[in-house]
């Protein structure tokens, strides 16, 4: 059983907009803060957002102001919007459940659930 399922990637012109989710078992979510990472080729995996079950967000810089995050806690899901995409947020985006919220691993993985990942394009 996969932890984690995301759905939503694609490729969009810059200026567009993709709208990420992520569904967990409650066993996944249960009261822990849910959000993203982003690997691109060549780069290690980055913190992008999370959501606390409370609706407490928080946003790396980079994003604020482009993506929002919000929590269905009664669907087990969480939706990244994503907006005025550019093509550095081109990666694979990955949803996560973790216990350690660092601004930077090596890979997308460890500290907790991880989802598979989604391909994000973002052509100029």
């Known amino acids: 059983e996969v932890p984690l399922v995301e759905s939503g990637g694609g490729s969009v012109q810059a200026g567009g907009s993709l709208r990420l989710s992520c569904t967990g078992s409650g066993a996944t979510f249960d009261d822990r803060d849910v959000g993203w990472y982003r690997q691109a080729p060549g780069n290690e995996c980055d913190y992008v957002s999370r959501i606390s079950r409370d609706g407490t967000i928080d946003l790396t810089n980079s994003v604020k102001g482009r993506f929002t995050i919000s929590r269905d806690n009664a669907k087990n899901t969480v939706y990244l919007d994503m907006n005025s995409l550019k093509p550095e947020d081109t990666a694979v985006y990955y949803c996560?459940?973790?216990?350690?919220?660092?601004?930077?691993?090596?890979?997308?993985?460890?500290?907790?659930?991880w989802g598979q990942g989604t391909q994000v394009t973002v052509s100029s």
């Open positions: 996560a459940a973790v216990w350690v919220w660092g601004s930077r691993f090596p890979a997308c993985s460890g500290f907790g659930y």
